[in-house]
T-cell receptor, first 113, second 110 residues
Framework: GAGVSQTPSNKVTEKGKYVELRCDPISGHTALYWYRQSLGQGPEFLIYFQGTGAADDSGLPNDRFFAVRPEGSVSTLKIQRTERGDSAVYLC???????????FGPGTRLTVL | RKEVEQDPGPFNVPEGATVAFNCTYSNSASQSFFWYRQDCRKEPKLLMSVYSSGNEDGRFTAQLNRASQYISLLIRDSKLSDSATYLCVVTTNTGNQFYFGTGTSLTVIP
């Protein structure tokens, strides 16, 4: 079946702009995670959804970052007033209820000029 | 202190060699443990879960030592296709947050 998909695959923006990154989880997966991965580092947890609600958003670095999952499926990560330090690969993962196995999407490579 | 610490390597080994990676974690209440594999510019993929009793999958063996708070991955008879970055992953005691190590880079040389 279809895996986790993320769009766009690449996004180049200018400092100060607003961006939205989209994640389509595997159908039926109730849990959805966002991570950020910088070069040479492992993925860094940002936020976790169980259904429509953000069960844990403690990894969001500041209030410029926000994520939604209004219908419990697709999620959008929103970054306001982007900064050069936001440049990274943003990964989304999903898992079935009761399972701790995560399936990752291919990521969105964000570059802030 | 980081939640998960790994030696970043790189490890360069000849084909057929046995190689071992270790990873330490700081939270004694951590619940679940995994090894993920990540190829260059690709997403991480689950390699194996790690259980206290140890588990083996073909050439790969993973072990967990809760007393010393470390997990290990052993790869026997290395193949060229094993070249990748291996990420150690630990979850919180609630199971909600997944903490990744920085990854250990492995290159298997012909």
């Amino acid at each position: 079946g279809a895996g986790v998909s993320q769009t766009p695959s690449n996004k180049v923006t200018e400092k100060g702009k607003y961006v939205e990154l989209r994640c389509d989880p595997i159908s039926g997966h109730t849990a959805l995670y966002w991570y950020r991965q910088s070069l040479g580092q492992g993925p860094e947890f940002l936020i976790y959804f169980q259904g429509t609600g953000a069960a844990d958003d403690s990894g969001l670095p500041n209030d410029r970052f926000f994520a939604v999952r209004p219908e419990g499926s697709v999620s959008t990560l929103k970054i306001q007033r982007t900064e050069r330090g936001d440049s990274a690969v943003y990964l989304c993962a999903s898992s079935r209820r009761g399972s701790d196995t995560q399936y990752f999407g291919p990521g969105t490579r964000l570059t802030v000029l | 202190r980081k939640e998960v610490e790994q030696d970043p390597g790189p490890f360069n080994v000849p084909e057929g060699a046995t190689v071992a990676f270790n990873c330490t974690y700081s939270n004694s209440a951590s619940q679940s443990f995994f090894w993920y594999r990540q190829d260059c510019r690709k997403e991480p993929k689950l390699l194996m879960s790690v259980y206290s009793s140890g588990n083996e999958d073909g050439r790969f063996t993973a072990q967990l030592n809760r007393a010393s708070q470390y997990i290990s991955l052993l790869i026997r008879d290395s193949k060229l296709s094993d070249s990748a970055t291996y990420l150690c992953v630990v979850t919180t005691n609630t199971g909600n947050q997944f903490y990744f190590g920085t990854g250990t880079s492995l290159t298997v040389i012909p």
